[in-house]
């Protein structure tokens, strides 16, 4: 009986750690987003605001705005993006009447910017090189930024990077979601790496990227 017992209670003290282990891998999550909260660099380029954090994040590569197949009835060809800065979208034109449509970030006060270009080179878990005079400017607000940063979870250009001509900019991923929606960037495009993944895919090298107000 009192084997019986002693094996009842095991059981019922180790079922709640191992349901908590496969929900979507929170320990793991947790210890990411532990990591990144430390990481002084995804403080930096959300103009100097600390990352926020909860005590459980399920997904941080999700948007908290769900992107979207939707009716679209602007004359662009098909595959072209579209950044309207206003509403804080990207609009990936897929013809037919239709575009995918994603939450992004833009720019924040004074690095907001339009025009057009292609897209000319892409990368997975791309490396982060910050421009020289990026590194100078956070320099004087005492904020010391690598030359340059390996691709991984920690990085600020998240899972994937869509560069733009011969530009410092790119359409890139976060691992800071709760940007999306808001103008936070320095000039680049955020998008949850969820959706940077699903954008990347479908798009080729050449294609015409608009950014608008």
């Known amino acids: 009986m009192k084997t019986i017992l002693a094996a009842l209670i095991a059981t019922a003290i180790l079922a709640p750690a191992a349901n908590a282990a496969d929900r979507n891998g ?63 979208r990207l ?23 339009t025009g057009s270009n292609t897209v000319s080179r892409k990368a997975e878990w791309p490396t982060w090189n910050p421009p020289q005079q990026m590194r100078v400017r956070e320099a004087r607000k005492g904020h010391i930024l690598p030359v340059t940063m390996k691709g991984g979870i920690n990085n600020p250009l998240g899972a994937r990077a869509v560069y733009l001509g011969a530009t410092i900019y790119r359409i890139h991923g976060t691992n800071q979601p709760s940007s999306i929606g808001k103008a936070m960037s320095s000039g ?26």
Request: aromatic share 8%.
């Open 91 to 113: 609009y990936h034109v897929l013809g037919n009447g239709l575009a995918m449509r994603y939450g992004v970030s833009v720019g924040r006060s004074g690095f907001i910017w």
């Open 188 to 213: 680049c495009i955020r998008m949850a790496n969820e959706d940077v993944e699903h954008l990347y895919a479908n798009v080729t090298i050449g294609t015409k990227v608009i950014v608008r107000d």
């Open 26 to 88: 929170a320990y793991d999550v947790a210890s990411l987003q532990s990591s990144t909260a430390k990481t002084g660099w995804l403080q930096v380029l959300s103009d100097g605001k600390p990352a926020k954090t909860k005590a459980v994040q399920k997904d941080i590569s999700t948007s908290p705005i769900p992107r979207e197949l939707i009716a679209f009835s602007e004359n662009a060809a098909p595959g072209t993006i579209i950044v309207d800065n206003s509403d804080r």
